[in-house]
């Protein structure tokens, strides 16, 4: 087994004293972000971990941030390997709690974790008060990625990407639309038909309605079958891949083509959807990058730092066969 790498030999490599390694492991101010990232990455090279209990003996720092997620998110695993990195670069390890549905059991929850003692920051991924820190010491960020329902919200609901799939679509010569729902009871779902209905009206496009759906394929397949046999040419507009899918077998059953008297669009980024024939356009939603940028917010609250600039939105389009873009076989998954 080869020697475990020490402070010291980070400084040695880095070109700085012990002392600046251990100040910027602990995220203490008044390093030079040339300094500071210098050491990091002389850190990672050498997969050097600090002890993490001598540190709080020594700081009264922990070096642990705690994770707050929904329970029933189906794309947590994405977020947390995103904050998980961004955690180990800045010199802290992450430990992730879900919370219970019940808003009240989530609130005593919450409260337990920010005044433990045990976290430097908190990062929620669930609604909270108005908390800069709790009795322990710990800095709190919550963000509004999801609201009291454990719904998708905040930044994650931009429904600018349809708008933009609407307009490439209309550019294309496409005047006939349906739009296919998520359940309304999710804000995602809300702003998604707003903005379907404001930009249809816009660019004086025809609508053959709006139907709402559950986010089943089941609800797609079935929106279809409803449809008059002269809807086509048609571009449906659905609200996620699993409902485009099913828009697509519905057509098939009515002898219809895709993309030729039928052309679909979804939102997810399924891998599936890059699979089935036609694949589907899509949106890609960079929850990876969104537990980074949290992280990395986080970090810079605790040690008082301006916040990182966010670089760019969280979401994008990926055109493929479902709405006549080729798609190369060479890299069939838009996340690629």
Known sequence: MGKVPTSRDVAARAGVSQS????????????????????????????????????????????????????????????????????QEAGYTIEVHTLP??????????????????????LSFVPMPPCPSGEGGATVLSLAEFDDDMKV?????????????????????????????????????????????????????????????????????????????DAPPLAVVASNDLVATGVVRGALERGWTVPGDLCVTGWDDLVSSALQVPSITTVFLDYQRLGARSVQRLVAALRDEPEPPSGGGLQRIIWRESTGDFVSSKTPHGND
């Open 20 to 87: 600046t390694v251990s100040n910027v492991l602990t995220g203490r101010p008044g390093i030079s972000q040339a300094t500071r990232e210098r050491v990091l990455k002389v850190a990672k090279e050498l997969r050097y971990r600090p002890n993490l209990a001598a540190r709080s003996m020594r700081t009264q720092r922990t070096g642990r941030l705690a994770l707050v997620l929904p329970i029933t998110t189906w794309f947590a695993s994405k977020i947390l390997a995103g904050a998980t990195q961004a955690a």
């Open 101 to 122: 549905g019940d808003f009240h059991a989530r609130q005593q929850r919450l409260d337990e974790i920010v005044n433990s003692g045990q976290f430097e920051g908190v």
């Open 153 to 229: 919200s905040g930044d994650l609901t931009d429904p600018a990407p349809l708008v933009t799939m609407i307009e490439e679509l209309a550019s294309r010569g496409h005047r006939r639309f349906l739009h296919i729902t998520g359940a309304l009871a999710y804000p995602s779902a809300r702003a998604r038909r707003d903005a379907y209905v404001r930009t249809i009206e816009k660019l004086g496009l025809q609508s053959l309605g709006v139907i709402e759906g559950d986010w089943t394929g089941e609800s797609g397949l079935n929106a279809i079958r409803s449809l008059p046999d």
